[in-house]
T-cell receptor, first 114, second 110 residues
Framework: NAGVTQTPKFRVLKTGQSMTLLCAQD?????MYWYRQDPGMGLRLIHY???????AKGEVPDGYNVSRLKKQNFLLGLESAAPSQTSVYFC?????????????FGPGTRLTVT | ELKVEQNPLFLSMQEGKNYTIYCNYS?????LYWYRQDPGKSLESLFV?????AVKQEGRLMASLDTKARLSTLHITAAVHDLSATYFC??????????FGQGTRLTINP
Protein backbone atom coordinates (compact mmCIF):
# COMPACT_ATOMS: atom_id res chain seq x y z
CA ASN A 1 0.00 0.00 0.00
CA ALA A 2 1.23 3.48 -0.86
CA GLY A 3 -0.73 5.04 2.00
CA VAL A 4 -1.29 8.77 1.45
CA THR A 5 0.43 10.37 -1.53
CA GLN A 6 0.57 14.02 -2.59
CA THR A 7 1.27 15.64 -5.94
CA PRO A 8 3.34 17.71 -6.54
CA LYS A 9 6.08 17.70 -3.89
CA PHE A 10 7.30 21.21 -4.67
CA ARG A 11 5.82 24.15 -6.54
CA VAL A 12 6.64 27.80 -7.09
CA LEU A 13 3.81 30.11 -8.14
CA LYS A 14 3.60 33.76 -8.97
CA THR A 15 1.02 35.91 -7.22
CA GLY A 16 -2.34 35.51 -8.89
CA GLN A 17 -1.65 32.13 -10.49
CA SER A 18 -3.80 29.13 -9.73
CA MET A 19 -3.00 25.53 -8.99
CA THR A 20 -4.45 22.29 -7.65
CA LEU A 21 -2.83 19.96 -5.15
CA LEU A 22 -3.83 16.31 -5.35
CA CYS A 23 -4.07 13.95 -2.42
CA ALA A 24 -4.71 10.24 -2.93
CA GLN A 25 -5.12 7.43 -0.40
CA ASP A 26 -5.45 3.71 -0.93
CA UNK A 27 -6.64 2.74 2.55
CA UNK A 28 -10.36 3.15 1.78
CA UNK A 29 -10.60 5.87 4.44
CA UNK A 30 -13.77 7.92 4.64
CA UNK A 31 -12.24 11.06 6.13
CA MET A 32 -9.66 13.24 4.41
CA TYR A 33 -8.06 16.50 5.48
CA TRP A 34 -5.89 19.34 4.21
CA TYR A 35 -3.57 21.17 6.61
CA ARG A 36 -1.01 23.88 6.26
CA GLN A 37 2.12 24.09 8.36
CA ASP A 38 3.84 27.39 9.03
CA PRO A 39 6.89 27.92 11.26
CA GLY A 40 6.02 28.07 14.94
CA MET A 41 2.30 27.48 14.39
CA GLY A 42 1.89 23.74 14.17
CA LEU A 43 -0.60 22.36 11.66
CA ARG A 44 -3.83 24.18 10.94
CA LEU A 45 -6.84 22.59 9.27
CA ILE A 46 -7.89 24.17 5.97
CA HIS A 47 -10.78 21.95 4.80
CA TYR A 48 -11.86 18.42 5.40
CA UNK A 49 -14.21 15.80 4.00
CA UNK A 50 -16.20 13.10 5.76
CA UNK A 51 -17.10 11.26 2.57
CA UNK A 52 -17.29 11.34 -1.19
CA UNK A 53 -19.06 14.47 -2.39
CA UNK A 54 -18.92 16.26 0.98
CA UNK A 55 -16.54 18.97 2.20
CA ALA A 56 -16.40 21.31 5.18
CA LYS A 57 -14.38 24.31 6.30
CA GLY A 58 -11.64 24.04 8.86
CA GLU A 59 -9.81 26.70 10.81
CA VAL A 60 -8.20 28.61 7.90
CA PRO A 61 -10.33 28.05 4.74
CA ASP A 62 -10.10 31.48 3.08
CA GLY A 63 -8.42 31.48 -0.33
CA TYR A 64 -8.79 27.73 -0.80
CA ASN A 65 -11.37 25.43 -2.36
CA VAL A 66 -11.62 21.66 -2.23
CA SER A 67 -13.38 18.83 -3.97
CA ARG A 68 -13.89 15.15 -3.20
CA LEU A 69 -15.36 13.60 -6.33
CA LYS A 70 -13.88 10.18 -5.60
CA LYS A 71 -13.46 8.54 -2.22
CA GLN A 72 -9.73 8.07 -2.69
CA ASN A 73 -8.92 11.62 -3.86
CA PHE A 74 -9.10 15.02 -2.19
CA LEU A 75 -8.13 18.09 -4.20
CA LEU A 76 -7.05 21.45 -2.80
CA GLY A 77 -7.29 24.45 -5.13
CA LEU A 78 -5.81 27.91 -4.96
CA GLU A 79 -7.64 30.15 -7.41
CA SER A 80 -5.44 33.22 -7.04
CA ALA A 81 -2.29 32.52 -5.06
CA ALA A 82 -0.97 35.06 -2.56
CA PRO A 83 2.42 35.21 -0.81
CA SER A 84 0.60 34.48 2.49
CA GLN A 85 -0.16 31.03 1.10
CA THR A 86 3.52 30.12 1.04
CA SER A 87 3.56 27.09 3.30
CA VAL A 88 3.93 23.35 3.52
CA TYR A 89 0.67 21.55 2.84
CA PHE A 90 -0.14 18.16 4.30
CA CYS A 91 -2.96 15.86 3.42
CA UNK A 92 -4.21 13.23 5.85
CA UNK A 93 -6.84 10.52 5.94
CA UNK A 94 -8.53 8.52 8.64
CA UNK A 95 -10.94 5.67 9.10
CA UNK A 96 -14.48 6.39 10.29
CA UNK A 97 -15.42 4.35 13.29
CA UNK A 98 -13.45 2.38 15.82
CA UNK A 99 -11.89 4.05 18.83
CA UNK A 100 -8.72 5.63 17.59
CA UNK A 101 -9.58 8.06 14.75
CA UNK A 102 -5.89 8.14 13.91
CA UNK A 103 -4.89 10.30 10.96
CA UNK A 104 -2.27 9.18 8.45
CA PHE A 105 -0.27 11.92 6.78
CA GLY A 106 1.12 12.33 3.30
CA PRO A 107 4.68 13.51 2.59
CA GLY A 108 3.73 17.17 2.10
CA THR A 109 3.84 19.75 -0.68
CA ARG A 110 6.13 22.75 -0.30
CA LEU A 111 4.53 25.75 -2.01
CA THR A 112 6.23 29.09 -2.53
CA VAL A 113 4.29 32.07 -3.86
CA THR A 114 6.42 34.96 -5.11
CA GLU B 1 -12.90 26.83 20.80
CA LEU B 2 -10.34 24.16 21.55
CA LYS B 3 -6.81 25.45 22.09
CA VAL B 4 -3.76 23.25 22.51
CA GLU B 5 -0.56 24.60 24.01
CA GLN B 6 2.80 22.91 24.30
CA ASN B 7 5.75 23.87 26.39
CA PRO B 8 8.51 24.33 26.04
CA LEU B 9 8.57 25.29 22.35
CA PHE B 10 12.33 24.79 22.15
CA LEU B 11 14.38 22.37 24.19
CA SER B 12 18.08 21.74 24.01
CA MET B 13 19.38 18.98 26.17
CA GLN B 14 22.35 16.73 26.63
CA GLU B 15 22.46 13.07 25.86
CA GLY B 16 21.69 10.93 28.85
CA LYS B 17 19.40 13.47 30.54
CA ASN B 18 15.68 13.18 31.23
CA TYR B 19 13.10 15.76 30.30
CA THR B 20 9.35 16.25 29.86
CA ILE B 21 7.26 18.04 27.24
CA TYR B 22 3.86 19.28 28.36
CA CYS B 23 0.66 19.55 26.35
CA ASN B 24 -2.31 21.45 27.80
CA TYR B 25 -5.69 21.72 26.12
CA SER B 26 -8.66 23.92 26.86
CA UNK B 27 -11.81 21.81 26.45
CA UNK B 28 -12.83 18.25 27.15
CA UNK B 29 -11.50 15.54 24.89
CA UNK B 30 -10.63 11.91 25.45
CA UNK B 31 -8.30 11.36 22.53
CA LEU B 32 -4.79 12.75 22.44
CA TYR B 33 -2.07 12.04 19.90
CA TRP B 34 1.66 12.54 19.82
CA TYR B 35 3.53 12.89 16.54
CA ARG B 36 7.17 13.22 15.61
CA GLN B 37 8.41 15.26 12.66
CA ASP B 38 11.96 15.22 11.30
CA PRO B 39 13.13 18.25 9.27
CA GLY B 40 11.57 18.29 5.82
CA LYS B 41 9.53 15.17 6.54
CA SER B 42 5.96 14.27 7.30
CA LEU B 43 4.42 13.47 10.66
CA GLU B 44 4.98 10.07 12.21
CA SER B 45 2.51 8.79 14.77
CA LEU B 46 4.06 7.98 18.15
CA PHE B 47 1.21 7.45 20.58
CA VAL B 48 -2.57 7.48 20.75
CA UNK B 49 -3.93 8.01 24.26
CA UNK B 50 -7.56 7.02 24.61
CA UNK B 51 -8.60 7.52 28.20
CA UNK B 52 -7.83 9.16 31.50
CA UNK B 53 -4.75 7.68 33.10
CA ALA B 54 -3.53 6.13 29.86
CA VAL B 55 0.20 5.58 29.72
CA LYS B 56 2.13 4.31 26.71
CA GLN B 57 5.83 3.67 26.31
CA GLU B 58 8.05 3.05 23.32
CA GLY B 59 11.77 2.87 23.92
CA ARG B 60 12.93 6.05 25.66
CA LEU B 61 9.60 7.84 25.20
CA MET B 62 6.64 7.61 27.53
CA ALA B 63 3.35 9.47 27.13
CA SER B 64 0.57 9.92 29.65
CA LEU B 65 -2.86 11.54 29.71
CA ASP B 66 -4.78 13.21 32.53
CA THR B 67 -8.16 14.21 31.08
CA LYS B 68 -9.28 15.86 34.31
CA ALA B 69 -6.32 18.23 34.26
CA ARG B 70 -6.47 18.40 30.44
CA LEU B 71 -2.79 17.61 30.35
CA SER B 72 -0.58 15.17 28.54
CA THR B 73 3.13 14.68 29.02
CA LEU B 74 5.81 13.19 26.82
CA HIS B 75 8.73 12.05 28.93
CA ILE B 76 12.16 11.39 27.47
CA THR B 77 14.45 9.10 29.41
CA ALA B 78 18.23 9.10 28.92
CA ALA B 79 18.01 11.07 25.70
CA VAL B 80 20.01 10.07 22.63
CA HIS B 81 20.80 12.14 19.55
CA ASP B 82 18.38 10.15 17.37
CA LEU B 83 15.48 11.61 19.32
CA SER B 84 16.21 15.11 17.99
CA ALA B 85 13.04 16.19 16.14
CA THR B 86 9.93 18.32 16.53
CA TYR B 87 7.19 16.75 18.62
CA PHE B 88 3.54 17.67 18.28
CA CYS B 89 0.58 16.84 20.41
CA UNK B 90 -2.90 16.96 18.91
CA UNK B 91 -6.33 16.71 20.50
CA UNK B 92 -9.43 15.26 18.86
CA UNK B 93 -12.28 17.75 18.44
CA UNK B 94 -15.61 16.06 17.97
CA UNK B 95 -15.27 12.85 15.99
CA UNK B 96 -13.36 14.19 13.07
CA UNK B 97 -10.85 16.98 13.56
CA UNK B 98 -7.46 17.30 15.21
CA UNK B 99 -6.24 20.51 16.80
CA PHE B 100 -2.46 20.66 17.01
CA GLY B 101 -0.11 22.28 19.47
CA GLN B 102 2.64 24.54 18.21
CA GLY B 103 5.26 21.82 18.41
CA THR B 104 8.36 21.39 20.56
CA ARG B 105 11.67 21.46 18.75
CA LEU B 106 13.96 19.10 20.61
CA THR B 107 17.72 19.17 20.08
CA ILE B 108 19.88 16.60 21.84
CA ASN B 109 23.56 17.38 22.02
CA PRO B 110 26.34 14.83 22.51
Amino acid sequence: NAGVTQTPKFRVLKTGQSMTLLCAQDMNHEYMYWYRQDPGMGLRLIHYSVGEGTTAKGEVPDGYNVSRLKKQNFLLGLESAAPSQTSVYFCASSYRGGLIYEQYFGPGTRLTVT
Amino acid sequence: ELKVEQNPLFLSMQEGKNYTIYCNYSTTSDRLYWYRQDPGKSLESLFVLLSNGAVKQEGRLMASLDTKARLSTLHITAAVHDLSATYFCAVLQGAQKLVFGQGTRLTINP
